[in-house]
Each structure stands twice: as structure tokens, then as C-alpha cells.
């Protein structure tokens, strides 16, 4: 099962553009690290690693099923993270 939902993937796509970057200098990669076991209250759960290709700028946000990791990698971009 996929954690980054199509339209969170979009999102992520429309953020580099809205930015002035282009997708293929970026890579985006998804780790599922849900413990089939847990009763935990976060169902899916993991990481995405995302890196600027150009830069070799890599950073990774944990990912569940409320998780904001969009938002914090917009705000990485703003302070210019990735440049």
C-alpha cells in the first residue's frame, strides 16, 4: 500500500512549480515501516526522503495517516533548504 495518496502527490508536484522547480530534480521515495502487529492509534505509518538532485539536498518526514509532511516540506523550501 502506497502512503502518499495521489492527491497529496499533486500537491507535492504543484508545490515545486508554484516554487519555480521542476519534478525531474527531485526524487521522492517512500519507506512503509507500519508495524502490522501495533495497535497503535497511527494506522500507516513511515517516512518520505525526498532529495534535490541538483543539490543532493535529502531530507525525510515521518508519515502517518494525519501526517503534514507536505507542509513541512513547504516550509523547508521557503527557508531555501533545498537551494
Not at 499533486?10 to 508495524?35: K, P, S
Not at 497511527?42 to 525525510?60: A, F, H, N
Amino acid at each position: 500500500m502506497r502512503l502518499i495518496e495521489p492527491a497529496e502527490r499533486n500537491d507535492f508536484l504543484a508545490t515545486l512549480q508554484q516554487n519555480g522547480f521542476v519534478e525531474g530534480d527531485f526524487d521522492l521515495w517512500e519507506a512503509d515501516t507500519t508495524d502490522p502487529k501495533s495497535d497503535e492509534n497511527c494506522g500507516l505509518q513511515g517516512y518520505v526522503s525526498i532529495t534535490r538532485l541538483s543539490t543532493q539536498v535529502t531530507k525525510e518526514y515521518p508519515i502517518c495517516d494525519e501526517s503534514d509532511w507536505l507542509q513541512h516540506f513547504r516550509r523547508d523550501l521557503d527557508a531555501g533548504v533545498f537551494a
